[in-house]
T-cell receptor, first 114, second 111 residues
Framework: DVKVTQSSRYLVKRTGEKVFLECVQD?????MFWYRQDPGLGLRLIYF???????EKGDIPEGYSVSREKKERFSLILESASTNQTSMYLC?????????????FGPGTRLTVT | LAKTTQPISMDSYEGQEVNITCSHN???????ITWYQQFPSQGPRFIIQ???TKVTNEVASLFIPADRKSSTLSLPRVSLSDTAVYYC????????????FGSGTQLTVLP
């Protein structure tokens, strides 16, 4: 079974803090993605990566950065957390070349910024 | 990018067949149609993907008419555990920018 794990299920941070969200997959997938999910807005793509050290912006990259030093790990970084970044963050991975087909999602991290 | 439109919510009763329709009027020739399911407090899960006519797997069927401007996800004999949000996505898989999940359809199955 494909497993995508995220470092925390719940996280509370203060405004201005630097926040790291970690995601690890065990299927040797080349594609990895970070989304945020907010009520009424569905899932919105923040960043994605097709390979190690490769990243591309999604629809809402402002205020975020990412790091992919190893194939299995994709980190989302909030350089200076703000209250409007309070959200559910979902990581996903997929087979090479198939960004639409069968993405595997992690359980999500619910981040609250106070 | 092909935009999709789905109903915001649907109710059904246990044992009924449920059909959720997605409109995608500007679908491109190379685009596929993909459906995901999301339970509360979980990430979405892939259900089914198709290009034309009909696709069936152990979970659902996907019906796509000849003009491909819409598609229908069919869930046979739903149970309470099928209560979830269902998302329709359209794209050719060439770019992650096509990954627009939208708000989906909240299906509630009643006893």
């Amino acid at each position: 079974d494909v497993k995508v794990t995220q470092s925390s299920r719940y996280l509370v941070k203060r405004t201005g803090e630097k926040v790291f969200l970690e995601c690890v997959q065990d299927m040797d997938h080349e594609n990895m993605f970070w989304y945020r999910q907010d009520p009424g807005l569905g899932l919105r793509l923040i960043y994605f990566s097709y390979d190690v050290k490769m990243k591309e912006k999604g629809d809402i990259p402002e205020g975020y950065s990412v790091s992919r030093e190893k194939k299995e790990r994709f980190s989302l970084i909030l350089e200076s957390a703000s209250t409007n970044q309070t959200s559910m963050y979902l990581c996903a991975s997929s087979f090479p070349g198939q960004v639409l087909y069968e993405q595997y999602f992690g359980p999500g991290t619910r981040l609250t910024v106070t | 990018l092909a935009k999709t439109t789905q109903p915001i919510s649907m109710d059904s009763y246990e044992g009924q067949e449920v059909n959720i329709t997605c409109s995608h009027n500007n679908i491109a020739t190379n685009d596929y149609i993909t459906w995901y399911q999301q339970f509360p407090s979980q990430g979405p899960r892939f259900i089914i993907q198709g290009y034309k006519t009909k696709v069936t797997n152990e979970v659902a069927s996907l019906f796509i008419p000849a003009d491909r401007k819409s598609s229908t996800l069919s869930l046979p004999r739903v149970s309470l555990s099928d209560t979830a949000v269902y998302y329709c996505l359209v794209g050719d898989g060439g770019s992650a920018r096509q990954l627009t999940f939208g708000s989906g359809t909240q299906l509630t199955v009643l006893p």
